[in-house]
């Protein structure tokens, strides 16, 4: 009932505030070009995808998810039939069983979700998408209530959308590519960012589904992921911008061949039929994906509804007007359109970013802002849409409040550490 809320008011102030542009401001085009607008049209002054090329952009996107959700669910299922879930699943149970106290011990769901979080911590996007689609499905069988969200189904997702990373390779590529003087300078602000908005979503989803967070597993395990985190930081400090791009893709690249190479040899080993196994769960992988392109092009044609209506630029000129009010330092204002629409799509986000590096340049305050602002968080509605889309679920209950205060606590987060670092 909240998407169906949230979806409703996005198109019903998006529309308003186009309305108000057109027969008050005179801004007469503005809906031709929300409706059959092109981002790659030279007399498109908005420069943003239309509503009508969007939905060719969401059907695109989940035929390109099609041979990637194949490909990985099939390993999935290889592993699976050769027991390496199940021994997934043992060895995060203990702290899993504290998170997720409704999941049986050693189901397999433990292990697609250790699976997810770790392509996530690897930045491993195109891993991270089957994986977490996989434990959905998992969580799916022990849910109740097929129509409405669970406690561990929340719980996975929101930790999910926190997307804790170690290093932002997308952001400091594009930081490079700007004549940034020193690119991976917000290196460190992003995985701080990303730690406390992992905690912080724990901590929400933990409190609302009372779950008792101070039990030594629980703290042991948080202690050695920052032990691991902090030892990782001071490695890759000592690197150079290149030395640093060169390390995540031998770490994320390397570790992704060593997944298929220990899937097989595995599967091998158990004597498994490899191949059928993998038909068997590609199969799934290309029925997820069908079963998703609804939910995307809802979600994504409201998000192009706000993007075209020019509604962000009402709301930062607001945001803008306030702080100049009570005379406060307005630098982190410029860097906010990143934040807004981070949630609701990553690609507007990664635009909107490299404009703001373009408009103040690599090295301002705004631009570095908005480089953590991208590197700190999944795109919380795109997750929703794609996951609980991909088992039919409707009633998402408290999970999209519950990340949304979770990106709230890291924007916040950012700023603070941003001035922190930048000054």
């Keep these: 009932m909240a998407l169906s809320r949230i979806w409703s008011a996005f198109i019903i102030v998006a529309i308003v505030v186009a309305g108000i542009k057109c027969f008050f401001l005179g801004q007469t085009d503005i809906f031709s070009w929300m409706v059959i607008g092109k981002a790659d049209d030279a007399a498109n002054p908005l420069k943003l995808d239309g509503i009508i ?50 999941i049986p011990k050693g189901h397999p769901s433990m292990g697609h979700m250790i699976m997810n979080f770790s392509a996530n911590l690897l930045g491993l996007d195109n891993a991270a998408t089957p994986f977490g689609l996989k434990a959905m499905e998992s969580l799916q069988e022990l849910n109740p209530q097929k129509d409405t969200a669970s406690n561990a189904q929340i719980m996975f997702l929101c930790l999910h959308a926190a997307g804790l990373s170690l290093i932002p390779v997308s952001v400091i590529a594009i930081r490079a ?23 912080a979503a724990m901590l929400i989803v933990s409190f609302k589904q009372k779950i008792n967070l101070l039990q030594p597993v629980v703290i042991c395990w948080i202690f050695g992921l920052s032990a691991v985190i902090a030892s990782l930081v001071l490695y890759i400090r000592s690197l150079d911008a290149a030395g640093i791009q060169s390390f995540s893709g031998i770490l994320s690249n390397g570790l992704i061949l060593l997944i298929f190479l220990v899937i097989v040899l595995g599967a091998l080993y158990k004597k498994i039929d490899v191949f059928d196994a993998f038909i068997e769960g590609a199969k799934d992988g290309f029925k997820t994906a069908i079963n998703i392109i609804p939910y995307l092009v809802g979600m994504l044609v409201a998000i192009s509804l706000l993007r075209t209506s020019g509604t962000f630029d009402v709301v930062i000129n607001a945001i803008k007007s306030v702080f100049v009010y009570f005379g406060t330092d307005t630098r982190f204002v410029e860097g906010l359109p990143t934040a807004l629409i981070r949630p609701l799509s990553g690609g507007a986000a990664r635009g909107m970013m490299v404009s703001t590096m373009e408009t103040y340049g690599a090295d301002s305050f705004a631009s570095r802002l908005s480089g953590i602002f991208q590197g700190a968080s999944d795109t919380t509605f795109y997750v929703v849409a794609v996951y609980f889309g991909s088992v039919q679920i409707k009633n998402t209950r408290y999970a999209i409040g519950s990340m949304l205060l979770a990106d709230l606590v890291g924007v916040c987060t950012a700023i603070g550490i941003c001035y922190l670092f930048f000054g």
């Design 53 to 102: 090329q969007t939905c060719w952009v969401a059907v695109e996107l989940c035929l390109k998810l099609i041979g990637i959700l194949a490909l990985f669910m099939g390993l999935m299922s290889i592993a699976e039939k050769a027991g390496g879930i199940r021994l997934l699943s043992r060895i995060v149970g203990p702290f899993f069983s504290k998170l997720f106290p409704d």
């Design 177 to 199: 590519s700007q004549n940034a003087s020193n690119p991976t300078d917000v290196f460190i602000p992003c995985l701080i960012v990303t730690f406390v908005g992992t905690m």
